[in-house]
């Protein structure tokens, strides 16, 4: 799972956690803390902020989706993508000799290179990737139809079951 830009900060409403868990915060999006217990950090946060939130369009959701889609099954076996307005959360399996935040790093820049095309330029996507190992079937189904149920909130959605994308037309004369 990974964010857009400015999309999840410290001092959420919605809950968040600080970076190796060194700060304790009570609450998470399921049971969030009270909206003011926060407030001052959040209003750091935003000031902290070089540029605006960045929100997908729905067109610029799949741009990004097919990029990240095309560029990760270089390196991985992608089993479902979905692209969102603020978020973009998949499932692949990686071989283990490929370091996975960097895969996913490369296609963020692919997929930020495809939507610079669009427009859309800048700082699009939040730092790191969020990576939570797959624990057994059960989990593995729930994940896929989680990303699946995105679609009915207007994510960019694909899965293995659809045909392949194909290699971007502004790559073809790169190697």
């Keep these: ?23 304790h915060v009570e609450g998470d999006y399921h049971h969030p803390p009270p909206p003011t217990l ?4 959040l209003q750091r946060s935003e000031e902290s902020l070089r540029r605006p ?6 067109a610029q959701r799949a741009e990004a989706g097919q990029a ?23 499932l692949a399996r990686f ?4 370091p996975i935040r960097q895969a996913v790093g490369r296609a963020k820049k692919h997929a930020s290179f ?7 330029g800048g700082t699009v996507w939040g730092k790191r990737v969020a990576i939570v190992p797959i624990m057994d079937r059960a989990h593995q189904l729930y994940t896929f139809q989680y990303i699946c149920d995105h679609r009915d909130e207007g994510a960019w959605v694909w899965t293995f079951r659809e045909r392949p994308i194909a290699r971007p037309e502004w790559e073809l004369g790169q190697s």
Excluded at 53 to 58: A, D, G, M, R, S
Excluded at 95 to 98: E, I
Excluded at 114 to 120: D, H, I, Q, V
């Design 38 to 41: 926060h407030a001052g950090r």
């Design 68 to 90: 990240l889609v095309w560029r990760l099954a270089q390196e991985a076996e992608l089993i479902a993508l979905s692209c969102a307005r603020a978020h973009v959360h998949l």
């Design 114 to 120: 495809a939507l610079s095309r669009l427009g859309l």
């Design 1 to 23: 799972m990974s964010n857009t830009y400015g999309t999840w900060l410290r001092g959420d409403t919605r809950g968040w956690r600080s970076r190796h868990h060194r700060d």
């Design 95 to 98: 071989d283990a000799a490929v």
């Design 53 to 58: 939130p960045v929100h997908l369009t729905i």
